[in-house]
């Protein structure tokens, strides 16, 4: 099959997200093009992960928690309890199943975006800190020193984003304290320790 028509996502995606997510959309997916040119990625694979990483995140938690019950996908009681961490899983089914997307590794950035894993590929390195440094976010900690280093030093880049995703989870910047998925302490554990397994 041949992969998908890059305008013909952005048009549904604009349709689908609600104004300030389309903008970061846009944002993640125009960041994510000039990461790959810097770190040599496929640019079309990055626009179209870029384009389609949120594309469950406006819809109800029920909705995603439906979507999840009819096809089968495995919820985590992390996932259970804070349904929002499922857009990634359920934005990666529907890149394959309703916008035609085929590439494994676009599909893997969906999926992995939110947490990262141990061993991420380039691609969804990319799209990972894409989502982090975009143009539209503003309240993230560090974050002129992480897009600097975004363009210099890919894993650094992501160990520093890593370092402060954990710090706000944990309560560190403000008073709340959020639930931590396991996996995005395994990935922070993989990349401090140089990317290697722990
Ligand atoms: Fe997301
Ligand atoms: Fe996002």
Redesign the pocket.
């Known amino acids: 099959m041949k992969e998908p028509d890059l305008r013909k996502i952005r048009k549904s995606m604009e349709k689908k997200l609600d104004h300030k997510?389309y903008e970061?959309?846009l944002g993640?997916a125009y960041t994510a093009a000039a990461l790959a040119m810097r770190y040599e990625a496929d640019v079309n694979n990055a626009l179209l992960a870029g384009l389609l990483?949120?594309c469950a995140?406006c819809m109800s938690n029920e909705q995603r928690l439906a979507i999840c019950e009819k096809h089968n996908l495995a919820v985590s009681e992390v996932e259970k309890r804070n349904p929002y961490l499922l857009h990634a899983k359920v934005g990666s089914f529907l890149a394959m199943k309703k916008y035609g997307v085929t590439d494994k590794d676009v599909i893997n950035a969906i999926l992995n975006?939110t947490t990262g894993r141990p061993g991420m590929s380039k691609l969804e390195k990319i799209i990972w800190l894409a989502?982090y440094i975009?143009p539209g976010r503003k309240q993230a900690p560090n974050l002129a020193k992480i897009r600097k280093a975004a363009f210099e030093d890919l894993d650094q880049a992501i160990l520093l984003a890593l370092e402060d995703t954990i710090r706000y989870l944990n309560g560190y910047f403000k008073e709340e304290k959020l639930e931590i998925d396991e996996m995005t302490l395994k990935t922070y554990d993989f990349y401090k320790n140089g990317g290697k397994s722990v």
Request: hydrophobic share 10%.
């Open positions: 997510r970061h959309t993640v990483h949120d995140k975006h989502d975009e």
